[in-house]
């Protein structure tokens, strides 16, 4: 693993912590939540001028699948993140005041509900590259060899937080965020703060997993089919040497 490899993967997982910290905005306070942003942004433009090459290689992307879900994803998510900094310069009560509407109760919903929108985007963005992100893991603790026990231990403990992600969908009342919808039912921090942070992150282990095996079993199937189609017409043929004459027997 390289030491250039190492940083990306340190400031993407440093993204994606100042994304879930910038949700728990009543826990945090404004000023907080608006540096987290500015600081998840920035990490973001690094993330993108590391990956400048991916993005000059989209028209030669090939026509798979899973290529083409892989590019939809991340356009949605760079349309997401910048729909997310408009909307933040709209609301904002510190760094950039100026900017800020007089009335901003919309703007408020619509970037509350894109932020949980992006929670999704990102898990399913690192579902899709989670043998990548195993692999590294796997060189960074030096192990070498497979292990069935641990794989069956790794493997209980995926479907345990995809449990806990279908129930923390109703905990944090999921559905209206989405829909950008106005709600009072809003997280107690007074009562809990991890356990709002256990709730976003078995979600986003949710989507991970979902897509992670969606991706499994549409390879399988894949696999399935190319070996059970029929032999190309040229091979019927090398095994039949006179197939004129036997037509006309």
Not at 115 to 143: Q, S
Not at 149 to 159: D, G, K, Q, S
């Amino acid at each position: 693993m390289t030491p250039v490899f190492l940083l990306r993967l340190v400031l993407d997982c440093t993204a994606a912590g100042l994304l879930l910290f910038a949700f728990a905005y009543f826990w945090q306070g404004n000023a907080a939540h608006e540096l987290a942003g500015i600081g998840m942004f920035v990490l973001l433009i690094i993330h993108n001028a590391f990956h400048r090459r991916w993005f000059a290689a989209l028209p030669k992307v090939p026509r798979e699948r899973r290529a083409k879900f892989n590019t939809a994803m991340t356009m949605m998510l760079l349309a997401g993140m910048v729909a997310l900094l408009a909307t933040s310069l709209t609301i904002s009560e510190t760094l950039f005041a100026g900017l800020r509407l007089d009335d901003d109760s919309t703007a408020r919903l619509i970037h509350a509900g894109i932020a949980y929108w992006l929670l999704l985007i990102v898990a399913i963005h690192l579902g899709l590259r989670w043998p990548l992100l195993m692999a590294a893991a796997r060189k960074l603790l030096g192990i070498a060899h497979a292990n069935a026990a641990r794989t069956a231990v790794l493997r209980l403990m995926a479907i345990g937080i995809a449990v806990q992600g279908v129930s923390s969908v109703f905990a944090l009342n999921l559905r209206s965020r989405l829909l950008f919808r106005i709600s009072l039912d809003w997280w107690n921090f007074e009562e809990s703060v991890v356990g709002f942070f256990g709730h976003c992150m078995a979600v986003a282990g949710l989507c991970m997993f979902l897509t992670y095996y969606s991706m499994q079993w549409l390879q399988h199937r894949k696999r399935v089919s190319a070996s059970g189609r029929p032999a190309p017409r040229t091979q019927v043929m090398k095994h039949n040497p006179q197939p004129e004459r036997l037509q006309k027997d």
